[in-house]
């Protein structure tokens, strides 16, 4: 890709050119290139193929269509009425701005080529499942450290301690109905304090 040079696949040429030539190869859906040559209206029909290297083509020379599609994935090639893409782990950031892997599915699906949309499922499960683990990969819980509190003798001593270390800022976690919580590190020994002197008060 660094190369300023590429070299066009039949594959590229024939969606490219827009002809229904014969080649004599199939194409990657298995149906003769030449089927695939005329390109369909982005309005009136599906436009956009997927393949199972998570390569997307995309007849198009709409500008609304080709930006839509570089949202969630890194446009390698511009042809006459052909954008070429390459789905990558880039996705996670079109899921940073608020846009769920099921959105992404849903919008290859509803513009997927009149070809590929008789097929089933219309997308290879390759790619959309690689899409929904990106999600999830992204949206997995981080671990942190924390001193826990969970020995109250009442409700109100519970509460007493809590409201304290929320004030402070150093509160991650509370369960009120078990009567336990939890305090950053930083927090503990100022939280801690204060819970001795509430004892020696009481």
Known sequence: RKSRRFYPTRLAIALASGTSGALGTLGTLGTPLGALGTAPEPDARGFILVETNYRIYGYTDSELQVALIALFSELLYRFPRLVVAQV?????????????????????????????????????????????????????????????????????????????ARALGVLVFENPARRLMVVTPGGHPDVKRFWKRQKHNA
């Open 88 to 164: 990558t782990r880039g996705v996670q950031a079109a899921i940073a701005n608020g846009i769920t892997a099921d959105q992404i599915i849903h919008f290859l699906r509803t513009r997927a080529h009149p070809v590929m949309a008789k097929q089933s499922p219309v997308l290879p499960p390759t790619v959309t499942d690689q899409i929904r683990l990106w999600e999830l990969e992204r949206d997995r819980p981080a671990s942190s450290e924390g001193v826990l509190y969970n020995q109250f003798l009442s409700q109100v001593d519970f509460e007493v301690l809590r409201d304290h």
